[in-house]
């Protein structure tokens, strides 16, 4: 199974070098794609266990930035991570692969 997903939560991710004064402690909801049936799964407050269980039996995990806050916020709040073997795709980083700062400011100043 190959999932999309993305979480909300109630704050920012705090890092060992950037301390949050109201530091992320729940997760509001979050949304997953089946990208091979299209199927769409919702999952509201307290339901995050079954969020994980859809997400420990992907093949690949993909999302818009989970690499930097999605992942780690199920690790801080979840003690949960992908299982070894994961595929992981975020979209952010391949976003600045295919459009680097240099080339979209190009872009900017074009549309001006």
């Not at 509201?44 to 997400?55: A, Q, S, T």
């Not at 070894?84 to 952010?92: C, F, M, Q």
Request: aromatic share 8%.
């Amino acid at each position: 199974m190959r999932i999309i997903f993305d979480i909300e939560t109630d704050g920012l991710l705090s890092t060992p070098w950037e301390k949050r004064k109201e530091p992320v402690s729940r997760i509001h909801c979050a949304v997953a794609v089946d990208l091979d049936t299209e199927e769409i799964h919702r999952f509201r407050p307290g339901e995050d266990e079954d969020l994980l269980y859809l997400l420990r039996s992907a093949s690949l995990i993909a999302g818009h930035n989970i690499v930097d806050y999605d992942l780690p916020v199920l690790e801080q709040l979840c003690s949960w991570r992908p299982r070894a073997g994961t595929e992981l795709l975020d979209t952010r980083i391949a976003a600045e692969m295919a459009y680097p700062r240099d080339r979209l400011f190009r872009l900017n100043d074009k549309c001006k």
